[in-house]
């Protein structure tokens, strides 16, 4: 048993627009007790340290703030190499940027190499769980599982089914695809803390006879997660509308094919009405929120209020290489300022919340990670107020954790993240 004390804040529910002081729990002076890579109790440390057995180790934390592990949503670990590449809207920047990198990964070296420094990255940024998409390359899918393995993260990736619209090098088909997929869900889903997402790129890169055949593997496997893009970018959606002339709309296509279920993520969701939004809600699909990579692509505004309005789950995803950092503070730093154009603002526990628990219900997995209650997965990070100067200025001029949380979200880098701890284990990266 191990405990530490510092300052701790978990949510429990969504705390809404007005972030109600009883949805989250806030220990000034606190203890995290954890065994054998599990929460055992987050607390008080006036009522915790005088229960501890009395060779527990506690370290001394104090003046910093733990957090649940952050959890990123939607992020492509191939395209670690071509953050902030200058001026395209989406589909000139897949053409440009995406597939080009991407046709790297014909190499399984060159995976590895890069799911390490990925893996090692997402922990820099006090991210514990990330969706990830890979490449077309089965290899790339061994390559993010085994970096994730060796750290004891939990971690959801998947291949990438693609068989048209995109360069002759990075095509599978509908039947190599499939049998891929299902020799990966084979090797790696449910493996340790791993889990498998089909995942077809987007409704533009894949065949109907490949959206078919995903949605045969959905069938088969429904425990596995599906992972794919949706109405991102308004030529992408005339693109589809063109394509699905038979189709009400682009969230209908994913659900004629049977992609639209529980586990199953979207990235964006900008372009949609009230219709798909209660179709999603009522399949129990869920919204990655990705507003660097919109802002950076100039692909639109997330509507959070109508999301959860309409009972989606939602989460935050970094989105690189379209987004432009892999730190979920940041992320969240740029959601408030997306929402607040909308007449929104994000307030501080709400984006802890969908940087956290939110994004572990999209995932479906809020019953093992997203906060500290008793018997949850010990991924955490601690917080450093005094990373920079100007943190450490800033949040001692502040008041309240509300205050402190927003300020430091905003102004926060990986100098603010003082340590990740991956299944009660302190990660060195
Ligand atoms: N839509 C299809 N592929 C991609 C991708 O790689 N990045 C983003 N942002 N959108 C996509
Ligand atoms: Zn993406």
């Given at each position: 048993m191990q405990a530490l004390r510092s300052s701790i804040l978990h949510c429990l529910?969504?705390?809404?627009?007005?972030?109600?002081?009883?949805t989250f729990e806030y220990f000034d002076d606190g203890v995290l007790i954890i065994d054998n890579g599990s929460v055992v109790a987050a607390g008080d440390a006036a009522s915790l340290l005088n229960q501890l057995p009395a060779n527990t180790k506690v370290e001394d934390y104090r003046g910093k703030l733990i957090v649940p592990g952050l959890i990123d949503c939607h992020v492509h670990f191939p395209q670690l190499d071509i953050i902030?590449?200058?001026?395209?809207?989406l589909l000139d920047w897949l053409n440009q940027y995406a597939f080009p990198v991407e046709e790297?990964?014909?190499?399984p070296e060159h995976a590895r190499e890069v799911a390490g420094a990925f893996v090692d990255e997402l922990l820099r940024n006090g991210t514990t769980t990330a969706m990830v998409f890979g490449t077309v390359h089965a290899h790339s899918a061994d390559a993010i599982f085994e970096a994730a393995e060796a750290r004891d993260m939990r971690l959801i990736a998947g291949k990438v089914l693609m068989d048209s619209n995109c360069p002759e090098a990075l095509r599978d088909d509908p039947e190599s695809g499939y049998a891929e997929s299902k020799a990966l869900i084979e090797r790696w889903?449910?493996?340790?803390?791993l889990g498998y997402a089909i995942t077809p790129r987007f409704a533009l890169t894949s065949s109907p006879e490949q959206l078919t055949a995903a949605g045969r593997l959905a069938r088969e496997y429904p425990d596995v997660w599906i992972h794919t893009h949706l109405a991102e970018n308004m030529e992408e959606v005339e693109e589809i509308a063109r394509l699905f002339p038979?189709?009400?709309?682009y969230m209908d296509v994913y659900d004629e094919f049977g992609l639209?279920?529980?586990?199953a993520v979207f990235a964006?969701?900008?372009?949609?009405?009230d219709e798909d939004r209660g179709l999603m809600a009522r399949k129990g699909g869920a919204a990655a929120f990705c507003p660097t990579s919109n802002l950076f692509l100039g692909s639109g505004l997330f509507d959070l209020a109508a999301i959860r309005a309409a009972g989606i789950r939602c989460g935050l995803g970094t989105?690189?290489?379209?987004?432009?950092?892999?730190?979920l503070l940041n992320t969240a730093s740029e959601a408030y300022k997306v929402l607040h154009l909308q007449d929104q603002p994000l307030q501080a526990m709400r984006a802890l919340y969908l940087a956290t628990l939110g994004a572990a219900e999209a995932l479906y997995l809020d019953d093992k990670i997203?906060?500290?209650?008793?018997?949850?997965?010990?991924d955490f990070v601690v917080l450093?107020?005094?990373?920079?100067s100007l943190t450490a200025r800033r949040t001692a001029a502040a008041d309240t954790i509300e205050e402190k949380l927003f300020a430091l979200m905003t102004l926060a880098d990986d100098?603010?993240?003082?340590s990740t701890w991956v299944h009660g284990v302190e990660q060195t990266c």
């Open positions: 529910v969504d705390p809404g627009a007005e972030s109600r002081s009883d902030g590449s200058f001026g395209a809207q790297k990964f014909a190499d889903h449910g493996k340790g803390r038979d189709n009400r709309s639209l279920r529980e586990r964006h969701c900008l372009h949609m009405d989105d690189v290489g379209g987004g432009t950092s892999l730190s997203g906060n500290f209650e008793k018997g949850k997965e010990a450093d107020f005094e990373g920079s100098r603010n993240i003082h």
